[in-house]
């Protein structure tokens, strides 16, 4: 564990110093309506990344979230909207969809013995067609007023989102962690083979997570069309990519078996104050990205030096 | 027991045989690009129109050209996932230069050199900084796209010279993209099967422990195969960037994954030391060919994604269930 | 005639465990020179030595008249000595030809591959092996592993090599391939190619050797002719004991039916197997490579299910079709290959041992770290593995330690029935007498023991009663007061004769 942490703790030291700059620079940043702004943006990406940790450390990758959620948000539209669906009605059936097109993945690649990196290549063009062939380009709006506090709301002074963001992150922590399912996660990444061969269900555990990692998707879809107000069908793309970014940055390991929630979010953390930051100190947002990527490619350079075998 | 060791006589196998186990996913696509032209043509005989023709293959061939390039890394065993921003990027470049004055010829070729040295950057972190080739390309994704954006503020650049519009040149009637993706496809699939230098990157993917043991330098040739990548990026960039009248500051949504699926279609494994750079261009021409003939067939353009996305998945699919047959009958 | 490779006085070792010791060998144009001893004799430290794998601490290394304290790989290849290994380093998308030439292709005045010399020369490479039937064009993944070792060979003479070092060549191998070895191995000792030759099966070695030479634990015991030695004189040589002594097994108590196999088959690897497993009762399984025994244990075991045939436990019909299935039954396997199918490496100890029967330290979801300490470390002091705790990392163990972290997960489970697939390859001869006396103290208990071996000395000092297998057949059973090297060995071999003849 101690070994584990090594990664968290630069990554810690990181994110403690880009605040004290950023804080630095502008009055703005530390005050409690910009942090929770803040919170409030990074929600969307930050569940999928929760789940894409589980995925990573599997030694899997989901590319089809992005689409997953701009399906379901499309699919939320139409329910409702084209099929006369009372809203909660849609929004449960989005999650179910969501879910599933999780579920396709893990069947792909569990049964047919698909590298995930394949496999969710191919569903992440089908389901972003799908989203489009349904929603012919238009979009949906009007949605009544209380949907709204799902992504524009405020519970006990805190955005909405934030508390569920909060709930998801924390059971997947205790799950990750401390359970048998955690455990299984970290062995099937480190030796498939030994794992099957000790018991393990590993097809069983692999198809749960992708079915997860369909499930945030959908909720992140949720979330968003309440956020923005309306329904089109290219939203989310590019998501995978931003929620890679974060689950790598937080020292898990691409190559499986490492990696922890805690991580994920600090990277997560870190990534929406360098945007907040920066903009604040005057930085156009696409300069931000630039340092994001930057980032990136430094943390896990410095961590590979930490630890020659870097690659285990 | 495998068949090769039943026959008592000396099993030499046909040229054709030969040539459909050697070639066989490419064999496949081309198959499936002319029943997809017998059939659309037959609903609507406008499809076979020289003109149309020209525009389904032309208006892609930049991708085709691009991955050539994706294939040679994805064979070397490693993925580019910043190709895309590379490409707008480059094109930004080249316009730029062609409306400052410079030489056309200079607006054409500087982009294969920016590209190739962006990419030496990424070699060099993969090769010998020992980072995942997808985490350093993710990061550099990135870096490019918000770089991009943040220097030219998303302005598109007019104005261009006439004389620059390279892929809006005939020649025999067929545009100058067709012709360069042609002769790009040919030189790479000489270079591919012919030179040491393309072998190694066969055997590097395949397996990286005995191409070390074979004396092969690994790390040298991974930054050299991404410079090469990066310069045939910039191949495809002039193609892209000299097709219109303007040049925007963004790519099309998705252009690398595009490109990474024009080679893995094309029979290039995603695990690396197999595939070859024919297949990745006849896949990016069978893109464009359902795109088109579902236009012509009056299927909406809106379900053209869900079509395509189908294809790949039934096309791994079947690529999947032949590789474990085969190992199957491997370890008989 | 000078030799072709000499070593003198070669000394090496591993983080300052001595596995060679003062070590002279040397290989003469156009002879066998067999390399005999049991695992952890210091085999495979000295090929890779000559290989110039390994740098030795000490001694000389002759190549012709060039005397060297150490050789790279590349001079090695330069001085004409090629290995063909036990895992093959092919590149299995690449055609026969390539792999054949990879890294010296002939090339044209152009700088490019010459395809076509490249294939005749492969051609020509494969015919004077003997293998006119092998397609030069078609892929090495697609070939079966015998046809892939001629490819290792062609690779080799197509460097002109003039000492050929082969690892256990015919551990993989069907018995027609092993025939088929043999024949290409006399052609090239007839064109005065020097083969040093590694192999555990004494027929082989009687067969083709000119010469053998003995290593126990790091040590050269000896250089014989081979008209000078009997396979009793060989096996006393490499044990350095008689073998009776070498197994402390307790006398056994033999109890009831545990386990009942009837008419088991999976596919064409096991064919209608059916015997009887007891409490108390150690069963050896032996056999040739590909006879069937490893996949009779994988489908007990559910990881390749049954496709007929019906297994019994304690008189109750079972189905098992998965590793999960056969634990909850009581059944544990301690697979053939530890560091893929037994361990996690880069996990520790205490993780990997309480991996099978994670059940057991969780209140149904959260694990229970404390308890799973405490057994990792019970089981760390039982198993007497060498380790600083529990928290330590698999993968820094010895092969030793790290085969009674295996079994330390499986035992966790507390199984009535225990699958041990080479409880000891690749182990020093400490740990492996520990390991010994391990399964007798566990049969003593009552657990039911299946113990498949390669080692023919281990199965007969460990067993109770001996199976043994051929083609996936079940061949014979013998029990322990019949079973001696002569009647297994014949019972493995007759059955090849049998079938030859047929």
């Known amino acids: ?312 | 027991m495998t068949a090769e060791d039943a026959p008592p006589f000396r099993a030499r196998r046909s040229g054709l045989a030969r040539l459909f186990s050697a070639y066989g996913q490419e064999i496949v696509i081309a198959c499936a690009i002319l029943v997809l032209f017998a059939v659309v043509s037959t609903i609507n005989p406008r499809f076979l129109g020289a003109n149309n023709l020209n525009t389904i293959v032309s208006g892609n061939a930049y991708i085709a050209v691009a991955a050539i390039g994706m294939s040679m890394i994805i064979i070397t065993g490693h993925i580019d996932v910043s190709v895309g921003a590379l490409i707008g990027v480059l094109a930004t470049i080249s316009g730029t230069l062609a409306v400052s004055g410079y030489p056309i010829w200079f607006a054409w070729i500087a982009p294969v050199f920016v590209g190739m040295a962006v990419n030496a950057v990424v070699g060099v972190l993969v090769a010998y900084g020992r980072i995942p080739s997808i985490v350093v390309t993710l990061g550099m994704l990135s870096i490019l796209r918000g770089g991009l954006v943040s220097v030219t503020g998303g302005a598109w650049i007019n104005n261009l010279p006439p004389e620059y519009q390279l892929a809006q040149q005939r020649l025999f009637d067929i545009p100058a993209p067709v012709w360069f993706m042609i002769l790009f496809t040919v030189l790479a699939a000489l270079w591919m099967r012919h030179s040491a230098f393309g072998r190694s990157l066969y055997a590097i993917g395949g397996n990286a422990e005995a191409a070390r043991a074979a004396g092969i330098p690994i790390e040298r040739r991974t930054v050299q195969v991404f410079m090469i990548h990066g310069a045939i990026a910039g191949l495809a960039t002039v193609l892209f960037a000299t097709q219109l009248k303007i040049i925007q500051s963004t790519v099309p949504p998705n252009l690398e994954l595009t490109i990474i699926t024009a080679s893995v279609i094309g029979g290039v494994s995603i695990l690396g030391g197999t595939g070859t750079v024919i297949g990745s261009t006849l896949a990016a021409i069978l893109f464009s060919t359902i795109g088109a003939a579902m236009i012509f067939i009056n299927v909406s353009p809106y379900w053209l994604r869900a079509v395509i996305g189908l294809l790949i998945l039934i096309t791994v699919l079947v690529d999947m269930a032949r590789r474990n047959r085969e190992m199957r009958m491997a370890r008989r | 005639m000078t030799a072709l490779v000499k070593l003198e006085g070669l000394s090496k070792s591993f983080a300052g465990i001595r596995v060679l010791k003062d070590v002279d060998f040397d290989v003469q144009p156009g002879e066998v020179h067999a390399l005999l001893g049991e695992n952890g004799a210091g085999k495979s430290t000295l090929i890779k030595i000559i290989a110039g794998v390994h740098a030795p601490d000490g001694g000389v290394i002759r190549i012709g008249n060039e005397e060297l304290k150490a050789i790279t790989p590349h001079e090695a290849a330069k001085g004409g000595i090629a290995t063909v290994y036990q895992e093959l380093l092919l590149f299995p998308e690449l055609t026969v030809a390539e792999n054949v030439f990879l890294g010296h292709a002939p090339k044209t005045r152009l700088r490019t591959l010459d395809w076509s010399q490249m294939r005749r020369r492969a051609r020509q490479l494969l015919d004077s092996l003997d293998s006119p039937d092998l397609d030069v064009d078609v892929k090495v993944g697609t070939l079966s592993v015998a046809n892939r070792q001629r490819v290792e060979i062609a690779k080799a003479l197509s460097q002109d090599a003039k000492v050929l070092i082969m690892d256990e060549p015919t551990a993989a191998l069907a018995d027609a391939d092993v025939r088929r070895l043999m024949t290409v191995i006399k052609r090239l000792r007839e064109r005065g190619v020097g083969i040093i030759y590694v192999s555990h099966k004494l027929p082989e070695i009687f067969e083709l050797a000119d010469r053998v030479t003995v290593l126990r634990d790091g040590a050269l015991i000896g250089t014989r002719a081979i008209g000078d030695v009997t396979e009793q004189s060989l096996v006393a040589m490499m044990v350095g004991r008689e073998i009776g002594q070498l197994f402390p097994k307790p006398e056994p108590q033999v109890g009831e039916t545990l386990l009942k196999v009837s008419n088991l088959s999976f596919g064409d690897r096991v064919r209608d197997i059916s015997f009887e497993l007891k409490r108390g009762e150690i069963l050896g399984v032996a056999g040739l490579v590909g006879s069937g025994r490893t996949e009779l244990a994988l489908t007990i075991f559910g990881i390749t299910p049954a496709t007929s045939g019906t297994i019994e436990i304690e008189g109750r019909a079972v189905t098992i079709s998965t590793p999960k299935q056969a634990r909850n039954l009581g059944i544990a396997y301690v697979p053939e290959d530890r560091g893929l199918q037994g361990l996690v490496k880069p996990m520790t100890i205490g993780q990997n041992i309480s991996m099978a029967a994670l059940h057991r330290i969780t209140n149904g979801i959260f694990i229970n770290f404390k308890a799973e300490a405490q057994r990792a470390a019970d089981a760390i002091s039982q198993l007497g593995i060498r380790a600083r705790g529990p928290e330590q990392v698999v993968g820094q163990l010895s092969g030793g330690n790290q085969q009674k972290v295996v079994l330390g997960k499986w035992l966790e489970t507390e199984p009535r029935i225990l699958i041990m697939d080479e409880p000891t390859r690749g182990i020093d001869v400490g740990a492996k007498a520990e390991i010994h006396a391990l399964m007798g103290r566990l049969a003593q208990k009552g657990m039911a023991i299946l113990m498949i071996s390669s080692e023919l000395p281990e199965v007969l000092g460990m067993s109770d009663r001996v199976l043994v297998l051929h083609g996936g057949r079940l061949v014979t059973t013998i029990d322990r007061a019949h079973a001696n090297p002569e009647s297994v060995g014949a019972a493995m071999t007759r059955a090849t004769l049998a079938q030859e003849a047929a």
């Open chain 1, 1 to 312: 564990m101690r070994k584990l942490l090594r990664h968290e703790t630069i990554l810690a030291v990181l994110v403690v110093l880009a605040l004290i700059v950023l804080a630095s620079q502008s009055d703005k940043f530390f005050t409690l309506d910009n942090i929770l702004n803040q919170g409030r943006l990074m929600t969307e990406v930050g569940l999928i990344a929760v789940i894409m940790t589980f995925v990573i450390v599997t030694g899997g990758i989901d590319l089809s979230v992005g689409s997953i959620l701009g399906l379901v948000a499309i699919l939320i539209g139409v329910f409702w909207k084209n099929m006369g669906l009372p809203l909660p009605m849609a929004i449960g059936l989005g999650l179910v969809v969501g879910t599933f097109a999780g579920f396709i993945n893990g069947i792909i690649i569990t049964r047919f013995r698909v590298p995930p990196l394949i496999a969710t290549l191919g569903t992440l063009a089908l389901y972003r067609g799908i989203a489009e062939g349904i929603s012919e380009a238009r979009s949906v709006r009007g949605y009544p007023d209380w949907f709204f506090v799902l992504g524009q709301g405020q519970v006990l002074g805190v955005p909405t989102q934030l508390w569920l963001f909060g709930i998801v992150a924390v059971i997947a922590a205790i799950v990750l962690g401390y359970t048998t399912w955690g455990r299984a996660t970290y062995a099937i990444g480190s030796n498939e083979t030994a794992a099957r061969f000790s018991g393990l269900r590993v097809d069983w555990i692999k198809i749960a997570i992708y079915s997860s990692s369909g499930f945030a998707a959908a909720l992140a879809a949720a979330i968003f069309v309440s956020r923005v107000s309306t329904t089109r069908s290219d939203m989310g793309a590019g998501v995978e990519l931003d929620a890679i970014t974060a689950v790598v940055l937080g020292g898990t390991s691409i190559f499986g078996g490492r990696g922890t929630i805690v991580g994920t979010v600090l990277g997560l953390i870190l990534i929406q104050a360098l945007k907040n930051g920066l903009s604040l100190a005057g930085v156009k947002s696409d300069g931000t990205i630039v340092l994001i990527g930057a980032v990136l490619i430094l943390t896990i350079l410095i961590s590979n030096l930490f630890h020659r075998n870097g690659n285990r």
